[in-house]
T-cell receptor, first 109, second 118 residues
Framework: KNEVEQSPQNLTAQEGEFITINCSYS?????LHWLQQHPGGGIVSLFM???GKKKHGRLIATINIQEKHSSLHITASHPRDSAVYIC???????????FGTGTRLTVIP | NAGVTQTPKFQVLKTGQSMTLQCAQD?????MSWYRQDPGMGLRLIHY???????DQGEVPNGYNVSRSTTEDFPLRLLSAAPSQTSVYFC?????????????????FGPGTRLTVL
């Protein structure tokens, strides 16, 4: 049983396309994180949100608490966006994060 | 700021050997954690700490030991390495403000240690 499910597992896009990565979770949460794992392995935090929407540059993250769903959007995708994008949730009352298995994005020039 | 540092980057062990993976952060974060990442699985929590002198088990603690004598350092010890411990290990840290355990806040990850146990 996985508390966090991401889709798609793999995604290939042409440069300039609009990208959507989805995250669904099965538990009540206090917060949801979107992370980016570079091809070299390093992991960086993109967003942390508990409601609504956040935007940073070409990246937009939304969350619908009632539907237990979050999306990460990338506008005007670029080859440097190629990475694994990971969704993680902070379950209410839990003391750790539950991670999805990630979405591998490849953006072709 | 160096952020979160981990050493070594790569390590090969024989079954039964012990070793310590080092993790340090210079951001004065209270919350530190160790994860392992295996193919086809999400990151899984091994152990975590909410401050110096306080540690607790995560999802997959067996075969690992931790201590937190200072705010900066959070080493992970493999007591007797097994092939099942072959994995990539990440250390992470965050502020605890806004939540009891720091998971509510932005997580800062180290570069990872790739461990192979033969």
């Amino acid at each position: 049983k996985n508390e966090v499910e991401q889709s798609p597992q793999n995604l290939t896009a042409q440069e300039g396309e609009f990208i959507t990565i989805n995250c669904s979770y099965s538990v009540g949460i206090s917060a949801l994180h979107w992370l980016q794992q570079h091809p070299g392995g390093g992991i960086v935090s993109l967003f942390m949100l508990s409601s609504g929407k956040k935007k940073h540059g070409r990246l937009i993250a939304t969350i619908n608490i009632q539907e237990k769903h979050s999306s990460l959007h990338i506008t005007a995708s670029h080859p440097r966006d190629s990475a694994v994008y990971i969704c993680a949730v902070q379950a209410t009352g839990a003391n750790n994060l539950f991670f999805g298995t990630g979405t591998r994005l490849t953006v072709i020039p | 700021n160096a952020g979160v540092t981990q050493t070594p980057k790569f390590q090969v062990l024989k079954t039964g050997q012990s070793m310590t993976l080092q993790c340090a952060q210079d951001m004065n974060h209270e919350y530190m954690s160790w994860y392992r990442q295996d193919p086809g699985m999400g990151l899984r929590l091994i152990h975590y700490s909410v401050g110096a002198g306080i540690t607790d088990q995560g999802e997959v603690p067996n075969g690992y030991n931790v201590s937190r004598s200072t705010t900066e350092d959070f080493p992970l010890r493999l007591l007797s390495a097994a092939p099942s411990q072959t994995s990539v290990y990440f250390c992470a840290s965050s502020y605890s403000g806004g939540g009891a355990f720091g998971s509510y806040n932005e997580q800062f990850f180290g570069p990872g240690t790739r461990l192979t146990v033969l």
